[in-house]
C-alpha cells in the first residue's frame, strides 16, 4: 500500500488531511472577507498616521506585510470593519497581481485595513498554524491553488474570490508538525529579515557620510566638471521582441529593479552569439551601477556578482567611475537626492519622463579633490563590502528556502516533532 495520497496539487504523504479553506477557517463571520468597494476609500481619507491599509505593494516582501503604507483614522477603520485584520491573518490579492500573500505581523499595529484589491483570511489556530499556510501559499502547489481560479478576461482577477478561496485545498499535517514545518522556514526568514536590516542600517551611515562629506561641507573652491569627466555611462541597445530566445545570456529592463535589487529569474534572453559578438560591449560587471530612464526615473541596483551574466538593454544606463575605484561614491551621488533632482529637471518626454546620455552629457558635478575622495572612501568602502557579503548571504539563504519550501510542502522532506 502506498504511503503517499495524490491531490490536485500533487503528492502528499497518506498520514497528512487534505483540508479545504471553509474548513480551517475562524468562527468568525468576518474570517474570510474581502477590502472595501473602492469609494469606500479615496485619497482624501488618507491621514499622516492611523490604521495602516495593505495595498499590493505591501505584499512584496518576504513574508510579513511591509513597506510604505498609508493610513486610516480610526474611526475610518471602524466604519471598514469587515475588512480589519490583525496579527496572524492571511493576506490575498483577488485582482491585479494575482497570487501576492502576506501574514500580518505581531506587535506592530493593532490592525490593519485591506485595500479593495485584497482578501483576508483568519485561521482556526486548533486546525491550521498560520505561518505553516502561508508558506504553503507561497509554494509552487499553493500558487497553483490560488492561480487556477484566475479569470482570463481583462484585468487579472480571481473569480469569485471568496467563494474560490473557500474551496482551495490545503495539506493539514499534524499541528505539531505544521508548526515545525513553519519553524525551520521561519527561522531561514528570520536570518533574511535581519540581514535587510542590517544593510538599511549600513546604507543610512553611508548615505549620512556622503551628506556630510559633499553636500553640508562641500567646498566653494570644489571645480565644477562634467559628470563625464567623472562617471563612465552607458545606454543600452534596445532589444526587439524578435531577438529574444528561450535560453541565452539574460538582459536587464526595468521591470527587474525593485527594492534596490534585480530579479533575474524574470529575465528575458538573447542568444549567446548576440550577447557575445555584437552586444559584447554592453556586457555588465560585478559592481555596475545601473538607473532607470524612463517611467520611474532613477530606480536603480548595484550588480552583483550572482546576477551574471548580464547585459543592458534600453531605458537603463549603467554607471561607473571613470577612476576604477570609487565605487562607493557613484553609488551615494546616484541614491542622492542632488541627482535625482538633476534627473527631473532634465527629464523629457510627452507621455512619460525619461532621460537619456544626452542629458547626462549636460549636467555638471562639484568635484571633491582627490584627497577628500579618499579619505571618504577609506570610511565608507567598508560599509559596502559588509552590504555586499550580506546580500551574498541573502542569496544563499533565499536559496536554500526555496529548494526546502516544495518539499516540505510536500512532505519529500518530513520534520522530527
Excluded at 516544495?406 to 522530527?416: A, C, F, I, Q
Aim: overall charge neutral; glycine content about 8%; hydrophobic content about 35%.
Amino acid at each position: 500500500m502506498s504511503d503517499w495520497q495524490e491531490t490536485d496539487f500533487g503528492r502528499i504523504p497518506k498520514d497528512w488531511d487534505l483540508k479545504k479553506v471553509a474548513d480551517i477557517k475562524g468562527a468568525d463571520k468576518r474570517a474570510i472577507a474581502m477590502g472595501p468597494f473602492g469609494s469606500n476609500i479615496k485619497a482624501e481619507n488618507f491621514v499622516e498616521y492611523g490604521v495602516p491599509v495593505i495595498r499590493g505593494t505591501n505584499l512584496n516582501y518576504a513574508k510579513y506585510v511591509g513597506g510604505d503604507f498609508v493610513y486610516l483614522t480610526e474611526e475610518k477603520a471602524d466604519d471598514l470593519l469587515g475588512s480589519n485584520c490583525k496579527a496572524g491573518d492571511l493576506v490575498f490579492t483577488h485582482r491585479g497581481t494575482i497570487g501576492q500573500v502576506g501574514l500580518i505581523p505581531s506587535g506592530k499595529f493593532p490592525r490593519y485595513v485591506i485595500s479593495q484589491s485584497g482578501m483576508k483570511l483568519t485561521v482556526n489556530p486548533k486546525l491550521m498554524d498560520s505561518d505553516f499556510l502561508f508558506y504553503f501559499f507561497k509554494s509552487e502547489f499553493g500558487q497553483h491553488q490560488i492561480l487556477k481560479y484566475e479569470s482570463q478576461v481583462g484585468v487579472p482577477s480571481i473569480s469569485n474570490p471568496l467563494t474560490s478561496l473557500k474551496e482551495i485545498e490545503v495539506p493539514a499535517p499534524r499541528p505539531a508538525e505544521q508548526k515545525a514545518i513553519a519553524a525551520v522556514l521561519s527561522s531561514l526568514d528570520d536570518k533574511i529579515d535581519l540581514l535587510h536590516r542590517q544593510n538599511k542600517t549600513l546604507e543610512a551611515m553611508a548615505e549620512t557620510l556622503f551628506r556630510q562629506w559633499f553636500v553640508e561641507e562641500a567646498g566653494e573652491d570644489w571645480a565644477e566638471v562634467p559628470l563625464e569627466e567623472f562617471f563612465d555611462f552607458m545606454e543600452g541597445p534596445g532589444i526587439r521582441n524578435w531577438q529574444y530566445t528561450e535560453v541565452g545570456t539574460p538582459f536587464i529592463n526595468i521591470r527587474l529593479i525593485s527594492n534596490g535589487d534585480i530579479d533575474i529569474s524574470k529575465a528575458s534572453f538573447v542568444s549567446d552569439e548576440e550577447a557575445n559578438g555584437k552586444y559584447s560591449h554592453f556586457h555588465l560587471r560585478e559592481g555596475d551601477m545601473i538607473v532607470s530612464t524612463s517611467g520611474t526615473l532613477g530606480k536603480n541596483a548595484i550588480v552583483r556578482s550572482y546576477h551574471l551574466p548580464l547585459i543592458l538593454n534600453t531605458s537603463v544606463i549603467r554607471f561607473r567611475p571613470r577612476d576604477g575605484r570609487s565605487y562607493s561614491f557613484v553609488y551615494q551621488y546616484l541614491n542622492s537626492r542632488l541627482f535625482q533632482e538633476h534627473l527631473e529637471s532634465a527629464a523629457s518626454g510627452s507621455v512619460q519622463a525619461n532621460f537619456g546620455p544626452t542629458h547626462l552629457k549636460q549636467m555638471t558635478l562639484s568635484k571633491p579633490p582627490r584627497h577628500v575622495l579618499d579619505r571618504y572612501l577609506q570610511q565608507v568602502d567598508g560599509l559596502y563590502e559588509k552590504i555586499r557579503l550580506n546580500q551574498a548571504q541573502i542569496k544563499s539563504l533565499e536559496s536554500l528556502r526555496d529548494t526546502l519550501l516544495p518539499k516540505l510542502m510536500s512532505g519529500e522532506v518530513r520534520v522530527r516533532t
